[in-house]
């Protein structure tokens, strides 16, 4: 045994000495094992700590080494998108101005219109209801001989028919889950490791009970977590569209509050965040796409959606900041906020991106720079209109549109981010009548991002390389991607509900939610130094490979 160590460390030494590492400088790193004491202590002492060397232990470390090799491995789709189709909608102040989509989940496939959260991570639907949303369509026709124009669809000119946008689905329900209803349905065991509620249980076998609280005021979902198949189509370089089922975390939502009992998300809310249980980090960690996703945010209300995005080649782009060293939610650094050519200082401030945030929000001080430099700026007169939330409002008419000052917000490296329309228009009988610098001011350090000034852009989360992209986009034609359709395989898509929209809208915007855990990071690329002493390493794993071989032989 102590001539075998020997001849190893013979080997070891010969191998360095031969390959020049010996004369060159000595790297080393501290290496702490992710089970181990010093790491509990971190996580704040949690009591779900695997025993060393114990089943549960190896167990883990066996299950991570997986999830790493499927996340190297090549995707097996370029693209995924909901099986009715990549287009999300825009409906209104009567859906929350949020954008929705039609996915389909279980067995047999039920249909729900989902709004599209980045700012949250659990996919839930109605399901037993306890208390739920009205689901009936003749709730939300209610609304019908009284619309008004999309949201960004006229702005600035006379409104023609089209722009009024007819309802588009009459006399359809909203859907409702059943756990009984889904052979392919099970309940998650408060013993899982995604079930945060888990030490709360009486019993680790019971089903796992979820409860998310969002921003706004009384807003939340309750119920069970279950996992089942939601239905998705393939999209890539060639027209033939294959369907893939996967398996996703859903929440059972028997019990809803606040806003979601008032037309926000009435059929449900995808979650887009960096949580383990959202719906791109499941796609990504099964193998089926990179792990990234993209919207789109068409001046017209329309939009798409694609898991596994990553964007063109020539798109912009910012990273994204970690909070205490985590990836918690998709949050990114302005430098400041310009007017035009007047960048304004003391206007720095960390950003959310939420597209479950219908509007943008901005920090106190940073609100008032901006708005007063716009204010400035704006060749209209200040005004104000009852029912809006707005501080900074103009009179307007659709004779005599104004011109609105350029907004842009500048990030690191001098990336711009200009936003295609700040304002958001106010129309009367005879069309526009007035308009509003769409940012209300939020206490506090951090602002948000809101669908309103992604519009006209293709973002692209990418958290496989934590960064934020984004590129001018019509929504239609992807231009790496022009093989994308809205639908899969040409067929016609599934129609969405009402578009029609209240005279004014809510006194307050759809908040979002607090997003879930951290993404895994990009390796940055080595130094030649560092490549040297792979080199040499690889040397003596092929030389500690020969003495292994004459050992067993002999």
């Known amino acids: 045994m102590k001539s075998g160590s020997l001849l190893i460390y013979y080997v070891i030494v010969a191998s360095l000495v031969g390959s020049g590492v010996a004369k060159t400088t000595t790297y080393s790193t501290r290496l702490i094992h992710r089970f181990s004491e010093e790491v509990k202590a971190r996580n704040g002492n949690v009591t779900t700590w695997p025993v060393k060397r114990s089943f549960e232990y190896y167990q883990l470390l066996l299950s991570s080494d997986f999830q790493k090799q499927k996340m190297k491995l090549v995707p097996k789709f370029q693209h995924l998108f909901p099986s009715q189709g990549s287009k999300t909608m825009s409906l209104g102040n009567d859906f929350g101005w949020l954008h929705y ?65 007819a309802s588009i689905m009459q006399d359809r329900d909203l859907s409702e889950y059943s756990l009984s209803g889904s052979s ?99 796609l990504a960690k099964a193998g089926l796409i990179r792990n990234s996703f993209s919207m789109c945010f068409d001046e017209d209300d329309s939009g798409r959606i694609f898991f596994g995005d990553q964007g063109p080649a020539t798109q912009q782009s910012t990273a994204f900041l970690s909070t205490n060293g985590k990836y918690i939610t998709y949050t990114v650094g302005v430098e400041d906020c310009c007017i035009e050519s007047s960048c304004l200082k003391q206007t720095s401030f960390t950003a959310l991106l939420d597209s479950g945030s219908s509007f943008t929000f901005l920090p106190n001080e940073v609100f008032e720079r901006v708005a007063k430099e716009f204010d400035r700026q704006i060749n209209a007169t200040i005004s104000s209109f009852e029912g809006y939330p707005w501080k900074y409002c103009y009179k307007s008419s659709s004779q005599e549109p104004p011109k609105v000052p350029l907004v842009k917000l500048r990030f690191p ?142």
């Open 101 to 165: 989509a039609w996915i389909d989940i279980g067995t047999p496939n039920v249909s729900f219109l989902v709004a599209l959260d980045a700012g949250s991570d659990l996919l839930w639907v109605p399901c037993d209801c306890v208390q739920c949303a009205p689901l009936s369509a003749s709730y939300y026709n209610s609304l019908v001989g009284q619309p008004q124009p999309p949201f960004f669809a006229c702005v600035f000119k006379q409104c023609a028919p089209s722009c009024l946008g």
């Open 413 to 554: 490296q001098n990336n711009s981010f200009v936003v295609h329309n700040p304002v958001f228009m106010i129309y009367g009988i005879q069309g526009a009548i007035g308009f509003c610098l769409a940012i209300q001011p939020t206490d506090g350090d951090i602002g948000t991002i809101g669908q309103n000034f992604m519009t006209g852009y293709r973002v692209v989360f990418d958290r496989e390389n934590l960064k934020f992209g984004w590129s001018l986009s019509d929504c239609q034609d992807l231009s790496d991607s022009k093989n994308l359709p809205l639908t899969p395989n040409g067929a016609p898509s599934n129609p969405l509900p009402t578009n029609e929209q209240q005279t004014t809208p809510s006194g307050a915007a759809a908040a979002p939610a607090l997003a879930g855990r951290a993404s895994p990071s990009k390796p940055s690329t080595a130094p030649p130094e560092l490549i040297s002493s792979r080199y040499c390493l690889l040397n003596l794993l092929a030389s500690l490979l020969l003495l292994r071989l004459l050992v067993s032989t002999s």
């Open 184 to 282: 392919t349905s099970k309940n998650l065991s408060c013993s899982h490791q995604l079930c945060d509620l888990g030490p709360n249980c009486k019993n680790p076998e019971q089903p796992c009970p979820y409860t998310i609280n969002y921003y706004t005021e009384n807003t939340s979902s309750s119920g069970l977590l279950v996992e089942d198949l939601l239905h998705l189509a393939s999209g890539g370089d060639n027209l033939v569209n294959k369907s893939v089922q996967a398996s996703v975390i859903i929440g059972c939502g028997m019990k809803q509050s606040g806003g979601y009992l008032d037309g926000v998300a009435p059929d449900g809310l995808m979650g887009l965040g960096l949580g383990e249980v959202s719906v791109p980090s499941l």
